[in-house]
């Protein structure tokens, strides 16, 4: 049997996390994705499949990957939704650990006014 990699391994706990995580219309979900380099997240509406609002370390005003990179994503990203009007999410980590820049992303977010 092959060694299982850490991104197939990651992907195992996302799909666990994904089966009580739910986005709804009026609480939609919060999905982070880290590469090496940069940290992104979106706000997804899964009963409809649309992204509603989304934010990355690749752009101008963040420029950054690190920690204060990801705490500047998370700010910037409930901003946006904050002008979406929506005020509440559920947290998907994305099969990374609540832990450094996912922490710092999630902090920032709830700093900037999101509930979860």
Do not use: W
């Amino acid at each position: 049997m092959a060694n299982k990699t850490r991104s197939f391994l990651r992907e195992v706990r996302h799909d666990r996390i994904r089966k009580r995580v739910d986005g709804t219309e009026t609480r939609p979900r919060l999905a982070v994705y880290r590469s090496l380099k940069h940290i992104y997240a979106q706000i997804i509406d899964d009963s409809t499949g649309r992204t509603l609002c989304a934010a990355g370390s690749r752009e101008k005003e963040i420029a950054k990957g690190d920690k204060n990179g990801a705490k500047a994503v998370g700010e910037t990203l409930a901003k946006r939704a904050l002008e979406k009007g929506i005020t509440r999410v559920v947290f998907d980590r994305g099969g990374y650990r609540y832990h450094g820049r996912v922490a710092s992303l999630a902090d920032g977010a709830r700093s900037a006014g999101l509930e979860f």
